[in-house]
């Protein structure tokens, strides 16, 4: 059990504990200050689109690819610590899982702002797809992610249209 | 104790457990987290008779249609031709060069007009297709290499 989850348990037992009787007796209060984080929010606001790739040719989105990449938009508690985690596939199927694209990202393939920056094509930072990101939310509550990746299409790649899902997880640190 | 009472001071507690909470900053507490997913999707066109690459001097490769739009690259009948087809073909110009193993040229440099579209491969399955200026146009290990470049007209 964790501390808080003990602190929980204390203040309910203790609150059952008190006789009737205490009903009748002076109370005093405490003032709460502090600032509530309000509750995290992750929107995806574009897919990160390859369009039409030609068997044997390497085809790269790029982070800053505005309306290729792929896009999420981040609302939370204003300057709050969070953690981000990707969710990468290793390849795109197509609808009936017939036939399968590589598809790799490298370390720099994913980027932030945190307002702080000028968008997209220049944001705040870079993360890293494969590891765990620790940033900080902007002053206006908002953060804007961005992925780019690269298909590998093989030589007698099958034609059709190929997809995955790529997820972002976002929790705050409690900092 | 009565169902009533029970209730109010279950609601009691959770209230001072929220300003205790508040108070002592432990507000991330449990963690709030949240998830959102994007589709990753692309288009394979489907693969013709042969594979047609274009290469630059830097080595950026990219497609035939990326570079000679509406033109398209295909096998012909026969497996030592292949044909090359554009809906502006007047826009296009082929020019390649042929060595053999040891990178000796067997023929000069040809210029092919938009005419001389069907063009006698060395029977590779994969055709490279370079990119480069004509003049400065290198012969590499390949057997064949083909360049198409664009007309200003």
């Known amino acids: 059990m964790t501390a808080c ?56 989105v790029d982070k800053t690819d505005v309306g290729f990449a792929g896009e999420w938009q981040i609302n939370g508690s204003a300057n709050a610590e969070i953690t981000l985690d990707f969710t990468i596939p290793t390849y795109l199927l197509t609808a009936d899982s017939s036939a399968q694209m590589l598809i790799l990202f490298s370390g720099t393939d994913a980027s932030f702002d945190d307002e702080t920056g000028g968008g997209q094509t220049i944001p705040a930072g870079v993360l890293n797809p494969h590891g765990q990101g620790v940033e900080n939310i902007g002053v206006g509550g908002r953060m804007y992610v961005w992925i780019g990746g690269t298909v590998q299409p093989t030589i007698s790649q099958t034609g059709g249209d190929y997809a995955a899902d790529v997820t972002l997880t976002v929790a705050y640190t409690g900092n | 104790m009565r169902p009533k009472i029970l209730i109010e001071r279950l609601v009691l507690g959770g209230l001072v457990f929220a ?17 959102g997913a994007l589709h990753v999707v692309a288009h394979v066109i489907a693969p013709t008779g042969i594979t047609a690459v274009m290469e630059e001097n830097d080595g950026t ?68 297709i370079k990119c480069a200026d004509i003049d400065s146009f290198p012969v590499d290990a390949k057997s064949v290499t083909l360049t198409i470049i664009r007309c200003d007209n």
């Open chain 1, 5 to 60: 989850a003990r602190l929980v348990c204390l203040c309910v037992c203790l609150i059952l504990l008190v006789p009737g009787a205490a009903q009748a007796q002076e109370s005093a209060a405490i003032q709460a200050i502090a600032t509530v984080v309000s509750g995290l929010q992750v929107i995806g606001l574009n897919n990160l689109n390859f369009g039409t790739v030609v068997p044997g040719i390497d085809k790269t």
């Open chain 2, 19 to 35: 300003c205790l909470n508040i108070s002592l900053g432990l507000a991330a507490c449990p963690p709030v987290s949240a998830t």
């Open chain 2, 61 to 128: 490769r990219r497609s035939c249609a990326e570079l000679i739009l509406p033109a398209d690259i295909q096998q012909a009948p026969t497996k030592n031709y292949y044909l090359i087809r554009s809906a502006t073909i007047d826009d296009i110009v082929v020019s390649f060069t042929q060595t053999d193993d040891n990178q000796t040229l067997l023929s000069p440099d040809r210029v092919f007009t938009c005419d001389d579209a069907i063009i006698t491969g060395p029977g590779d399955e994969t055709l490279l």
